[in-house]
């Protein structure tokens, strides 16, 4: 049986690379890929593989983005994360947007390829490293202040937020207010900072 496979990653090389490596497995099929998360949703979409193997952060939504966005459809696609990151709030967050695997840009292609198949059949495959890595500390941040926390670090002022999320210019200041709080950080770039270091971002 045949894996139809989307591959999702916005460095071309990389991209380049995976594609490459797992056409030379017989049972792997990579029948599109996609740069950015925008892309690797419509292809989902469109495709309807058997698996998706996606980055986190890309341009437009990332990787967890796109896998809450295929549970929320009802898609039958099962969605592997590979990541150069080993952060408890990102593997956290990819299990509550029902992530099926979880693993390492840096193993190798046997493994990857072995992550595909196991998903496929069923299963859940999070690297050993990484799920040591999930129980470090509780992401205190909820949905809403991390949309905004996530806006406020390229620096934008707090009405072009609002604008953005939709939301009244006071209640993105509470958010704010609220997420730096929590954080422990002294301003909203500290804790822009802080939070994506432990990849609640």
């Keep these: ?36 998360g925008d892309e690797a949703l419509a292809a989902a979409m469109d495709y ?10 890309m341009p437009g ?5 796109v896998a809450a966005e295929l549970a929320r459809r009802g898609a039958p696609t099962r969605v592997v994360i590979v990541t150069t990151f080993a952060r408890s709030g990102y593997l956290r967050r990819a299990l509550d947007a029902g992530v099926a695997g979880y693993v390492l840009k840096d193993a190798p292609v046997e493994q990857l390829a072995d992550t595909l198949r196991r998903v496929h059949s069923g299963q859940r495959v999070i690297a050993p490293e990484l799920a040591v890595a999930a129980w470090d500390a509780d992401d205190p941040l909820t949905e809403r202040e991390r949309d905004v926390l996530r806006n406020a670090a390229d620096g934008s002022p707090n009405a072009e937020i609002a604008a953005r999320l939709h939301l009244a210019e006071g209640t993105v200041r509470n958010y704010l207010s609220s997420a730096i709080a929590k954080l422990g950080a002294r301003n909203r770039t500290e804790a822009a900072a802080t939070a994506r270091e432990r990849g609640w971002l």
Excluded: H, K
């Excluded at 990653?9 to 017989?26: T, Y």
């Excluded at 309807?48 to 952060?57: G, S, Y």
């Excluded at 939504?61 to 983005?65: A, C, H, M, N, P």
């Design 1 to 36: 049986m045949t894996i139809r496979t989307v591959l999702a990653e916005d460095q071309g090389m990389v991209l380049g690379a995976f594609a490459s490596l797992l056409a030379l497995e017989p049972d792997i099929e990579v029948v599109a890929t996609a740069a950015d």
């Design 61 to 65: 939504r990332t990787g967890l983005d």
């Design 48 to 57: 309807q593989p058997d698996v998706l193997l996606t980055d986190i952060e």
